[in-house]
């Protein structure tokens, strides 16, 4: 939800989700929908553009990783 939110424009929102692999039209259609940031964010579009495999693509750290560096052995 916290990188969703981050988009904050259509523009941004919609470049992001085409490099993620989703199709043009349906990019679109899900960077001008006027749903809320959580039920938008559970989507089958975004749960599959937005995934921990991407995620860790783009160097975002998860909450473990984060956890672990905060809280060491």
């Keep these: 939800m916290c990188i969703w939110k ?3 424009r259509v ?3 919609f470049k ?3 490099r993620c692999g989703i199709a043009k039209w349906q990019a679109w259609q899900w960077a001008n929908t006027r749903k809320g940031y959580w039920r ?3 989507s ?3 749960t ?3 995934s ?3 995620l860790k693509r783009a160097h975002y750290p998860t909450l473990t990783e984060y956890y672990e560096k905060k809280h060491p052995r």
Excluded: F
């Design 6 to 8: 981050g988009w904050k």
């Design 11 to 13: 523009r941004t929102r």
């Design 16 to 18: 992001n989700l085409q």
């Design 40 to 42: 938008t964010v559970h």
């Design 44 to 46: 089958p579009i975004l």
């Design 48 to 50: 599959r553009a937005i």
């Design 52 to 54: 921990n495999e991407n």
